[in-house]
């Protein structure tokens, strides 16, 4: 392979990561919404961040990426508190919220 296949496929393989990641996000975005309606709370900022990415098996033994994502929420709507979801693959793995004060 010459030095411009190398870089070909580097590339391919960024832009295959970002897509990956975007739609991945976006199941994350709404599972965390669906959560954060369930709780009682308010889900801020319609979204979620990016926190972290590592391997890690799955529950047949086949590595996949997971995706940490922090998103934040209200229950009094005068205090911010944090919210963290955890995809494996493109499935929701666990979601906590930190303790927050019930208005």
């Given at each position: 392979?010459?030095?411009?296949?190398?870089?070909?496929?580097?590339?391919?393989?960024?832009g295959?990561?970002?897509?990956?990641?975007?739609?991945?996000?976006?199941?994350?975005?709404?599972?965390?919404?669906n959560?954060?309606?369930?709780?009682?709370?308010?889900?801020?900022?319609?979204?979620?961040?990016?926190?972290?990415?590592?391997?890690?098996?799955?529950?047949?033994?086949?590595?996949?990426?997971q995706?940490?994502?922090f998103?934040?929420?209200?229950?009094?709507?005068q205090?911010r508190?944090?919210?963290?979801?955890k995809?494996?693959?493109?499935r929701?793995?666990?979601?906590?919220?930190?303790?927050?004060r019930i208005?």
């Amino acid at each position: 392979m010459n030095d411009s296949t190398v870089v070909l496929l580097f590339l391919g393989l960024l832009g295959w990561l970002w897509w990956d990641s975007r739609g991945v996000a976006e199941r994350a975005t709404v599972a965390a919404r669906n959560y954060c309606n369930n709780a009682g709370v308010s889900f801020l900022n319609d979204t979620v961040a990016w926190q972290k990415l590592r391997l890690k098996r799955n529950r047949s033994g086949r590595m996949q990426l997971q995706r940490t994502y922090f998103f934040e929420f209200a229950s009094d709507m005068q205090e911010r508190y944090r919210g963290e979801i955890k995809m494996l693959g493109k499935r929701v793995e666990s979601i906590s919220l930190d303790p927050f004060r019930i208005s």
